[in-house]
């Protein structure tokens, strides 16, 4: 009797888990619009006033500020290390030719030149488009061995690095679409 119990409990507590905002009721915030400032070659959004493709100082902020400035999809893989499922992000057969920003800060982080076909179910890269624009951090989380990638401005969660891309660095930056945001050119 207490198994069956106990089932009823976790199988109750998954399904909760599983169920969006809509799901439950609560209003999903939309994902703001993103405005261009001709005067300074800058992209904002008006519910997030940290965002800027221009400003690469390091931002610190309390997590109940990036709760209120980020969507909550963003704000699940930026700031509590989610990851969204695989082959299932806008990026991750993306073919589009211009630049990858980090989609909590603005921070520039990949061009397109260095994306790949990874087939892995996430936009992957094999180099960084600058060399602080991510940062590194050992990840032991779920008994495996990983490197996780930060945005170098934010410490946004990104995903992870792997050893297995291909020439010339042989790495593989796989990342969240969630959390990039993308412009067109190059």
């Known amino acids: 009797m207490n198994s069956m119990i106990t089932f009823m409990l976790l199988t109750m507590v998954a399904l909760l888990g599983c169920q969006s905002p809509a799901d439950t009721?609560?209003?999903?915030?939309?994902?703001?619009?993103?405005?261009?400032?001709?005067?300074?070659?800058?992209?904002?959004?008006?519910?997030?006033?940290?965002?800027?493709r221009t400003?690469?100082?390091?931002?610190?902020?309390?997590?109940?500020?990036?709760?209120?400035?980020?969507?909550?999809?963003?704000?699940?893989?930026?700031?509590?290390?989610?990851?969204?499922?695989a082959f299932t992000g806008q990026y991750w057969n993306h073919t589009g030719l211009g630049t990858y920003y980090c989609g909590a800060c603005g921070n520039a982080l990949f061009r397109s030149d260095a994306k790949f076909a990874s087939d892995c179910g996430w936009p992957s890269f094999f180099e960084v488009l600058r060399k602080n624009g991510v940062s590194y951090q050992d990840d032991h989380s779920y008994g495996m061995e990983r490197i996780e990638v930060l945005?170098?401005?934010?410490?946004?969660?990104?995903?992870?690095?792997?050893?297995?891309?291909?020439?010339?660095?042989?790495?593989?930056?796989?990342?969240?679409?969630?959390?990039?945001?993308?412009?067109?050119?190059?």
């Open 25 to 52: 009721g609560q209003e999903e915030p939309a994902r703001a619009n993103v405005r261009y400032t001709a005067a300074t070659g800058n992209q904002q959004r008006p519910d997030n006033p940290y965002y800027s």
């Open 151 to 186: 945005c170098g401005r934010c410490d946004a969660h990104l995903g992870h690095l792997f050893d297995d891309g291909p020439p010339p660095t042989g790495k593989r930056y796989c990342m969240n679409s969630i959390v990039l945001d993308f412009e067109p050119g190059l």
């Open 55 to 85: 400003d690469t100082a390091r931002l610190e902020l309390a997590d109940s500020t990036w709760r209120r400035v980020l969507p909550a999809d963003v704000y699940q893989i930026a700031r509590r290390k989610g990851t969204e499922r």
